[in-house]
């Protein structure tokens, strides 16, 4: 099986832009979570998505959102760029949902500048 | 809301020493507890997870621990090896639970370094 691929790698950005990356999940998952990596911080939860719908998000602003399609393939967009969201932006899909067994893309690493 | 807190940040060990890393978790509904390795560059990959009605689980060279009571759990690496060297990441979540959140909360990371 195909592992979970995200699109672009990385990305270059200014502030005041807006982004859209993508998740292909592992065939047969439904779950879709993202997450934001960055230095000291660790992964920080921003939404998962189950079945095309919005299960859980985080303490994040409104600017971030996301969607899943019927295919289970999943997009985040960031509106309004800042330069604290600079970070490894991660995708995991798993076959339940809430959180288990997560399997993990290799990420886009995004840079505001 | 769920907070997970993990010790070290760093750990230095000799290769063939045991490594041990510690996290707590804040939420007593937490019932899943799964562990990543981050090897620099490289996606995070589930090494093992425990579930809340298992106290130990091992898996080779790697075991966890789970004291429900205290409200945490422990990763044990024994005769490590220079491959081991990686950040590790322990999480927390109430899983399957009617109603519940459910999604993974991570805590900050533990760079382990095993030198030859």
Known sequence: ?113 | GENVEQHPSTLSVQEGDSAVIKCTYSDSASNYFPWYKQELGKRPQLIIDIRSNVGEKKDQRIAVTLNKTAKHFSLHITETQPEDSAVYFCAASNSGRLGSQGNLIFGKGTKLSVKP
């Open chain 1, 1 to 113: 099986k195909a592992g979970v691929t995200q699109t672009p790698r990385y990305l270059i950005k200014t502030r005041g832009q807006q982004v859209t990356l993508s998740c292909s999940p592992i065939s047969g998952h439904r779950s879709v979570s993202w997450y934001q990596q960055t230095p000291g911080q660790g992964l920080q939860f921003l939404f998962e998505y189950f079945s095309e719908t919005q299960r859980n998000k985080g303490n994040f602003p409104g600017r971030f959102s996301g969607r899943q399609f019927s295919n289970s393939r999943s997009e985040m967009n960031v509106s309004t760029l800042e330069l604290g969201d600079s970070a490894l932006y991660l995708c995991a899909s798993s076959f339940r949902d809430r959180g288990e067994k997560l399997f993990f893309g290799s990420g886009t690493q995004l840079s505001v500048l």
